[in-house]
């Protein structure tokens, strides 16, 4: 883990908006940011940002090309941070001028004040059977074949996952998510904060070495944080984005 990364005070955090053609209203709220409109001092954009964005595979680019152009260009003005997803990976092939943080480099250390805050998107340290998947997937190897596997097919592979993600439900309550947390963590990390995404519960724990916090998903009701003093109680305040489409 990296010790020389800051998370700035009014910086946004957006995480698991599974930004597709059906799910589009992210788009807008970084329209508002690329027209300075809103002003985020910092961008952190925690992973599953868009529903299926593989670098090497030209062809999941096409229906994101307009946010993949202005999430560069804004990454030209602010510093915009990365953790690739289980659904966006690869992505340095992608973005020119973002900090690009894949999984093997997760969870990252990034000072605020005197706090150290790790950050992930939320699936690093999955099971040895999830580790070889997520290794293949991300193999440029591997992509080669599939890329030209799915032409040959008139892209029946991807269209297959996009219409496989389209239809889950992003916003269900797990029940058992405070107890996986609280045996997942022990005390395995040095940190006052624990920010992650992933699981889309909008939920802060209290472990015995940090405050664990969940982020709700942007794909869930549009939200967003924005990161506060800790002087206050709360480290990062949520708010809604809410345009007409």
């Known amino acids: 883990m990296s010790h020389n990364l800051e998370l700035r005070e009014g910086a946004y955090i957006i995480t698991d908006a599974h930004y597709s053609p059906q799910r589009p209203q992210l788009l807008e709220l970084i329209k508002d940011i690329h027209s300075k409109k809103l002003q985020p001092t910092q961008l952190i954009l925690m992973g599953d940002i868009f529903d299926a964005l593989f670098g090497l595979i030209e062809y999941t680019y096409e229906d994101n090309k307009e946010m993949i152009t202005l999430l560069d260009a804004i990454a030209k003005e602010i510093e915009v941070i990365y953790f690739e997803g289980n659904h966006d990976f690869n992505l340095k092939v992608v973005f ?20 150290k805050i790790c950050m992930a998107h939320g699936d690093f340290d999955g099971k040895l059977g999830y580790k070889i998947y997520t290794a293949l997937i991300r ?98 305040e949520e708010h809604q984005f809410s345009k007409e489409m």
């Not at 973002?98 to 005197?114: F, M, N």
């Not at 389209?166 to 996986?180: N, P, Y």
């Not at 920010?195 to 939200?223: D, M, V």
Request: aromatic share 16%; with cysteine; net charge positive.
């Open 139 to 236: 193999n440029p190897s591997v992509l080669f074949v599939l890329k030209y596997i799915d032409i040959a097919l008139n892209h029946l592979i991807i269209n297959k996952i996009e219409g496989h993600l389209d239809k889950k439900d992003d916003c269900k309550e797990l029940v058992w998510f405070e107890d996986f947390i609280k045996n997942r963590f022990g005390n395995r990390f040095v940190c006052d904060y624990f920010i992650e995404g992933h699981f889309h519960q909008n939920r802060s724990l209290y472990l015995n070495s940090f405050t664990y916090i969940n982020l709700g998903a942007f794909a869930c009701n549009q939200r967003y944080f924005i990161v506060k003093s800790v002087q206050d109680k709360e480290l990062l």
């Open 96 to 115: 020119k001028n973002i900090k690009i943080y894949p999984l093997e480099k997760q969870p990252q250390t990034l000072l605020y004040h005197d706090k």
